[in-house]
């Protein structure tokens, strides 16, 4: 079955660690997204790619960094720089091209600082 | 900033209710809408999407409606179930014709359904 996996379900971050989120699709999907969710919170956009090796920042995208090498992966990485990053994260992906289709979601990663 | 505001952060109904969620946007060059609903713990699922040439589509017992004229879209639950006890969120991509593929949420209504 076709569909977009995040890994892992739940994570714990020491203070001052980098941790990489893994977001894979077998949709042949071209553009992918993170978000990032908060207690009560609408959905903010942290980065987003279109095609690989090309991505772009959404609105929140400090202390964050990503990388596109392939079209089916496009893993998070939440760096020490980011002071509170205990959070719900959220990956996408959507087909590009003539109009704009609706997102596909993972079933998130639960980041927790320790 | 958001555009997509949603009139009510919680709503609770009788189970065999019907339930409306409704929501506003502000950009008038908006093309395309889309319902989530997100249960607990997990990511936002598709329920229904609607272009601006359109002014209502109907699934299986949901249907929205989009009044582009007050900038209004409402997402109807017919004979309200607990398995639709979630947070509802509605998107627009805000850019006619683009094909950048950025959706904007809002910031969700939960739904609440008592037995």
């Known amino acids: 079955d076709g569909g977009i996996t995040q890994s892992p379900k739940y994570l714990f971050r020491k203070e001052g660690q980098n941790v990489t989120l893994s977001c894979e699709q077998n949709l042949n999907h071209d553009a992918m997204y993170w978000y990032r969710q908060d207690p009560g919170q609408g959905l903010r956009l942290i980065y987003y790619?279109?095609?690989?090796?090309?991505?772009q920042k959404g609105d929140i995208a400090e202390g964050y960094s990503v990388s596109r090498e392939k079209k089916e992966s496009f893993p998070l990485t939440v760096t020490s720089a980011q002071k509170n990053p205990t959070a719900f994260y959220l990956c996408?992906?959507?087909?590009?091209?003539?109009?704009?289709?609706?997102?596909?979601f993972g079933s998130g990663t639960r980041l927790t600082v320790v | 900033g958001e555009s997509v505001g949603l009139h009510l952060p919680t709503l609770s109904v009788q189970e065999g209710d019907n339930s409306i969620i409704n929501c506003a946007y502000s950009?008038?060059?908006?093309?395309?809408f889309i319902w989530y609903k997100q249960e607990s713990g997990k990511g936002p699922q598709f329920i229904i999407d609607i272009r601006s040439n359109m002014d209502k589509r109907q699934g299986q017992r949901v249907t929205v409606l989009l009044n582009k004229t007050v900038k209004h879209l409402s997402l109807q639950i017919a004979a309200t179930q607990p398995g639709d006890s979630a947070v509802y969120f509605c998107?627009?991509?805000?850019?006619?014709?683009?094909?950048?593929?950025?959706?904007?949420f809002g910031r969700g209504t939960q739904l609440t359904v008592w037995p």
């Open positions: 996408a992906s959507s087909l590009m091209g003539q109009g704009i289709y609706g997102y596909t």
């Open positions: 998107a627009e991509n805000k850019e006619r014709g683009s094909t950048l593929g950025r959706l904007y």
């Open positions: 790619s279109q095609i690989v090796n090309d991505f």
């Open positions: 950009n008038s060059a908006s093309d395309y």
